[in-house]
């Protein structure tokens, strides 16, 4: 007897605290990545996701760009800096520091980034690596002085060395950064200005 009414106030409590207990939950919305994303089943998706990441300021699509054994390197420096280049964790901490200073003054200050083929420099592709040249501009332009806006000019060519992983999706393994000329500022001028 007293097993019976302990299963009844079970079942009570079980029918009075649930509408239906045998019904599935509401399923969470599907989870999307920020801003512009390509999956890079190709060499020449990695850079334009590099290029969306830097213009977007998103540092995990930025991150998905780089393989994890990544090595940045550049010529030289118009202000001497304390090496000649770093590598994935350097990069994603510098990277994001630079994304995080341009995303908290949205207002006053702005960064773009393009890149073009080099006609003389076509991309080399074979199964697992390889390795493409591109021109670069990127504008870093500051309006806290609206009467005196600074555009900043950074050029050059940069050399990406990307891989093929193990499922199918391509990552940038080694980028060489150079100055269009020796008197003009390049990308890893204005990286070494956030070190």
């Given at each position: 007897m007293q097993?019976?009414?302990?299963y009844a106030l079970l079942f009570m409590i079980l029918t009075i605290s649930c509408t239906n207990p045998f019904s599935a939950r509401e399923s969470e919305p599907p989870s999307?990545?920020?801003g512009t994303y390509i999956t890079?089943?190709?060499p020449q998706l990695v850079l334009v996701n590099l290029e969306a990441s830097y213009n977007e300021k998103i540092i995990t699509n930025y991150m998905q760009c780089l393989d994890t054994l990544f090595a940045y390197r550049y010529d030289f420096l118009q202000f001497q800096g304390p090496d000649s280049g770093w590598g994935y964790n350097s990069e994603i901490s510098l990277t994001d520091k630079i994304f995080a200073a341009f995303?908290?003054?949205s207002e006053s200050i702005s960064l773009s980034l393009s890149l073009a083929p080099?006609?003389?420099l076509p991309d080399l592709e074979d199964d697992t690596t390889a390795t493409i040249h591109r021109e670069y501009e990127l504008i870093s332009i500051?309006?806290?002085?609206?009467?005196m806006p600074d555009t900043t000019f950074y050029r050059g060519t940069a050399s990406f060395e990307l891989i093929e992983t193990g499922v199918n999706l391509w990552?940038?393994?080694r980028w060489t950064d150079n100055h269009a000329s020796p008197n003009d500022?390049?990308?890893s001028d204005f990286k070494n200005g956030y070190r």
């Amino acid at each position: 007897m007293q097993k019976t009414i302990s299963y009844a106030l079970l079942f009570m409590i079980l029918t009075i605290s649930c509408t239906n207990p045998f019904s599935a939950r509401e399923s969470e919305p599907p989870s999307e990545n920020e801003g512009t994303y390509i999956t890079p089943v190709e060499p020449q998706l990695v850079l334009v996701n590099l290029e969306a990441s830097y213009n977007e300021k998103i540092i995990t699509n930025y991150m998905q760009c780089l393989d994890t054994l990544f090595a940045y390197r550049y010529d030289f420096l118009q202000f001497q800096g304390p090496d000649s280049g770093w590598g994935y964790n350097s990069e994603i901490s510098l990277t994001d520091k630079i994304f995080a200073a341009f995303r908290s003054s949205s207002e006053s200050i702005s960064l773009s980034l393009s890149l073009a083929p080099i006609e003389s420099l076509p991309d080399l592709e074979d199964d697992t690596t390889a390795t493409i040249h591109r021109e670069y501009e990127l504008i870093s332009i500051s309006d806290i002085d609206i009467a005196m806006p600074d555009t900043t000019f950074y050029r050059g060519t940069a050399s990406f060395e990307l891989i093929e992983t193990g499922v199918n999706l391509w990552r940038l393994r080694r980028w060489t950064d150079n100055h269009a000329s020796p008197n003009d500022t390049a990308w890893s001028d204005f990286k070494n200005g956030y070190r």
